[in-house]
T-cell receptor, first 113, second 114 residues
Framework: KQEVTQIPAALSVPEGENLVLNCSFT??????LQWFRQDPGKGLTSLLL?????REQTSGRLNASLDKSSGRSTLYIAASQPGDSATYLCAVLIIQGAQKLVFGQGTRLTINP | SQTIHQWPATLVQPVGSPLSLECTVEGTSNPNLYWYRQAAGRGLQLLFYSVGIGQISSEVPQNLSASRPQDRQFILSSKKLLLSDSGFYLC?????????????FGPGTRLTVT
């Protein structure tokens, strides 16, 4: 059974710092990995999607990497801003009859001005 | 462009009452549709998925059911709510049976069962 773990559960850093969020998964048979952002009480906003054949994806100040063989992904946020404060969720997609996302518990990020 | 709607945004219901949550998708045809639940202290869990009208698969045994009466409409229902049904319900869609299999999420419905 696929399990996804995110470490740390919460992170608080001062504005301007570069930071890394970690995600690990137990089964390397994935089709893609998505990083989402969730603001309090809101839905999920997709940040980056890395297909299983890819190693990384970049969007603005965000860079996500994928090492399928070791079951790990990282989300790197450069020059953090208070507006980056949110919960970040990692999810892997498996196909068992249908396309299913398996989520981690998330990392709650606070950027202090 | 594609848009996904969910309503209501928030709902407070007593134990034993019925439930109906609605999700609609605009701007695409024959999407795959999903219901997820995010309960307090737990991660997002897939509840139901549908690959076409009338085709529903359940991921976990529970007090809820789902229906897809139209191509872009997905409904989550219950005949009698339990306290444990409280949570944040998210609808999602994806298109096709080929890569990249990206899923897009709606704004969610916050359900509190009292």
């Amino acid at each position: 059974k696929q399990e996804v773990t995110q470490i740390p559960a919460a992170l608080s850093v001062p504005e301007g710092e570069n930071l890394v969020l970690n995600c690990s998964f137990t089964d390397s048979a994935i089709y893609n990995l998505q990083w989402f952002r969730q603001d309090p009480g809101k839905g999920l906003t997709s940040l980056l999607l890395i297909q299983s054949s890819q190693r990384e994806q970049t969007s603005g100040r965000l860079n996500a990497s994928l090492d399928k063989s070791s079951g790990r992904s990282t989300l790197y946020i450069a020059a953090s801003q208070p507006g980056d404060s949110a919960t970040y969720l990692c999810a892997v997609l498996i196909i068992q009859g249908a396309q299913k996302l398996v989520f981690g518990q998330g990392t709650r990020l606070t950027i202090n001005p | 462009s594609q848009t996904i709607h969910q309503w209501p945004a928030t709902l407070v219901q007593p134990v034993g009452s019925p439930l109906s949550l609605e999700c609609t998708v605009e701007g695409t045809s024959n999407p795959n549709l999903y219901w997820y639940r995010q309960a307090a202290g737990r991660g997002l869990q897939l509840l139901f998925y549908s690959v076409g009208i009338g085709q529903i698969s359940s991921e976990v045994p529970q007090n809820l059911s789902a229906s897809r009466p139209q191509d872009r409409q997905f409904i989550l229902s219950s005949k009698k709510l339990l306290l444990s049904d409280s949570g944040f319900y998210l609808c999602a869609w994806s298109v096709g049976q080929s890569r990249p299999y990206e899923q897009y999420f709606g704004p969610g419905t916050r359900l509190t069962v009292t």
